[in-house]
């Protein structure tokens, strides 16, 4: 299964952006869904997840109050909408799914290609 991220880009600072990750080929309603970006120079950090039932969402102080995670189960979609960008935002982001079994004993984990996010004026 590969997920499909796209929506990057070249914004300013202030601007938004929203990506988008294709999920549609894992179970979705046993899935924690991720978002992780890598800055450059650095290693990926995860900057939020939300649970399969949607009542546990997360996000990194850094993007706290700016971004906001979301998922379709009817398009079997991952969303991040981005606003106020900042230029410490650059990175390349990715979504990650790890997609459990019905019996919660097991998950295969799923990783989308990158999308670049490039804040600067």
């Known amino acids: 299964v590969q997920l499909q991220a796209s929506g990057g880009g070249l914004v300013q600072p202030g601007g938004s952006l929203r990506l988008s990750c294709d999920a549609s080929?894992?179970?979705?309603?046993?899935?924690?869904m991720y978002w992780l970006r890598q800055l450059p120079g650095k290693g990926p950090e995860w900057i939020s997840f939300?649970?399969?039932?949607?009542?546990?969402?997360k996000y990194v102080d850094s993007v706290l109050g700016r971004f906001t995670i979301s998922r379709d189960r009817a398009k079997k979609t991952l969303s991040l909408q981005m606003d106020m960008l900042k230029p410490e935002d650059t990175a390349v982001y990715y979504c990650y799914v790890e997609d459990w079994a019905t019996d919660w004993s097991t998950f295969h984990d799923y990783w989308g290609q990158g999308t670049q996010v490039t804040v600067s004026s």
């Open positions: 939300i649970s399969s039932d949607e009542r546990t969402v």
């Open positions: 080929g894992v179970t979705f309603e046993n899935s924690w």
